[in-house]
């Protein structure tokens, strides 16, 4: 009896207003940590829609050994509604999983203003537009806040939290405490920034990849692989900034005065100069030392090839049902 | 007897000027597909420690089940030369993997353009000089090209190719099937300029990563984070192309109407104007739609996020032998 109270205690009502491929995500973590969830879209298709597509993904998930409950169990979570205020009228954490369009955004978060519970977390998962263009007229408004997925949210376990000035301190606790329950490692965006810090980084792949194929240098397909079987693949282990650490004896420090010039003069071909002042490589270096003492780099280095090792025998590895390959 | 002759038949004779980490690996991956290695560094020491680094790697591969021979049969093929001349005399294939300094290269090429058999391909692993500015003024120029693995090699199994102008079309062709031939996917680089295309992918997120600590706007190990569970994961499995034509219904096309126009304004905050142009967008959808007619859209994005799982398994699977974690 305790335990089933306690528990109870711990649950979250979420309500998840979108049910696209974000929306069914998000409600699928909600639920797979436990929490009630109500899934709402305008679109009755979608609606209808929503629990065998999030059942499929549970299953897959379970075939690979990533769900320790029944997909079922996690399935009797999720309620489908057939209005916003049915949906949001309990939630302490609203998910806005929205199309990318301002108007449709600011349509929504103003129901949302007269709908929502008072104490409850608003969330919008907008990938690239700021709270503030959308949600600064609202009285909800210190409620408010992004907290942007990737794609998709129920695999890539990070989202990006982007706080407008107007939004009160509590509220981004909260939606951080709520986030990493479900699993999620929240990231604190520090300015409103058009892409966060996500689609800034996509971004510039992406722009030098057309550039790169604009200027007949490679392939579409050239450059994927050499990112997937290369650049992505240690991405996946260490990011960009320890990846650069672990590549250089000496550090990150002496890659970036090797290095630095060379990388300079690229960006100059695309019209970018942002230096590598003295100052922010100082900067960078104490992060990454105060992460990893230099005495502890080489052993770090294994570690990296062991990860790799394991991302690769992962990748060798069938699922235990056998799912037809399209590629 | 037949098969030990048709055996030794398929043997490239390899050698590798420079025992540093990409030495090593270009060494392990010819001695692990059956190919007799020398390896040259002018340093005793590290001639010395190669074979036990080596052998570390090799039992490394072996407990995580991607090792289909022993260690010692592959250690076996490996010999260390005191002399370039003795390294390289008798080599069909030689790679140097020495220091990334132009008068380093230069000199090593003008020693090999005096000591390399007549017929050898040779290779640099420069990653980020063209073979032109260091080796076009030698008889051998027409059998040089650039060879730029991925580090570490021996795990990232990707490798540019770029040809100078007195690159021989033969010398491509046989490099790229020697290469292809150790595991590496060969990617053909069709200009010579600077940092070939992993280097500009790598110096884009770089730079724009540098800009977003200098700017407040997120710390080094939020970066890394973000790209180590989001974006990399999902670039170890898709590329940024195919990233982003899975990510949008409607693909790649609808990707770049619809947020083209931003990419361009983070671009352009950063002086970079290199606009999608409608004929740019345009070759970008023909290649993706070749390769993935719009149809099988829906089975491939069900299929990426399997393989996406696949890594997530992979990652939580500890190798055979418990290795020390230093994280």
Redesign the interface.
């Known amino acids: 009896m305790t335990e089933a109270r306690s528990e109870e205690a711990g649950r979250i009502r979420a309500a998840i207003v979108g049910a696209g491929t974000i929306g069914r995500s998000m409600a699928l973590l909600f639920a797979a940590a436990g929490h009630p969830v109500s899934l709402y879209d305008p679109d009755a298709t979608q609606r209808a829609n929503a629990p065998d597509l999030i059942g ?2 549970l299953t ?2 379970a075939s ?3 769900l320790e409950q029944k997909a079922s169990e996690v399935l009797s979570r999720i309620r489908c509604s057939s209005s916003v205020e049915d949906a949001v009228s309990e939630a302490e954490f609203i998910h806005e999983c929205g199309p ?1 369009k301002r108007e449709v955004k600011r349509a929504i978060f103003e129901q949302l203003d007269s709908c929502a519970s008072a104490e409850a977390i608003i969330a919008s998962a907008s990938s ?1 537009m700021s709270i503030s263009s959308f949600a600064g007229h609202l009285s909800i408004s210190s409620r408010c806040l992004i907290a942007h997925p ?3 949210p129920f ?4 989202i ?1 939290l982007v706080p407008a000035p107007f939004t009160s301190d509590e509220t981004l606790q909260k939606a951080r405490l709520i986030l990493e329950g479900v699993g999620l ?1 929240t ?5 409103e ?3 966060f ?48 650490d672990l ?1 250089t004896v000496g550090g990150i420090e002496e890659h970036a005065r ?2 630095g010039p ?2 300079a ?3 100059a071909e ?5 230096p ?1 002042t003295s100052d ?1 490589v100082e ?2 270096v104490a ?2 030392r105060a ?1 990893l003492p230099i005495v ?1 780099w080489p ?2 280095v ?2 990296r ?11 060798s ?1 069938p ?1 235990k049902t056998q ?5």
Chains 1, 2 share one sequence.
């Open positions: 499929r993904s897959d998930l690979f050994g990533l990318e690239a990737a794609n998709p695999l890539l376990r990070v990006e490692r990231i604190l965006v520090r300015k920034i058009e892409g810090v996500f689609n800034r980084l996509q971004g510039a792949v992406l722009r030098e990849a057309y550039c790169l194929v604009r200027d007949g240098v490679v392939s579409v397909e050239e450059i994927d692989q050499l990112v997937r079987d290369g650049l992505g693949l240690r991405w996946s282990v260490v990011g960009p900034f320890e990846t650069v590549n090797r290095l060379a990388y003069r690229m960006g695309r019209g970018q100069n942002d590598w922010l900067e960078v992060q990454r992460a502890d052993a770090r294994a570690w090839d062991r990860q790799i090792m394991a991302a690769l025998a992962g990748r590895r699922s799912v037809e390959d399209v590629s």
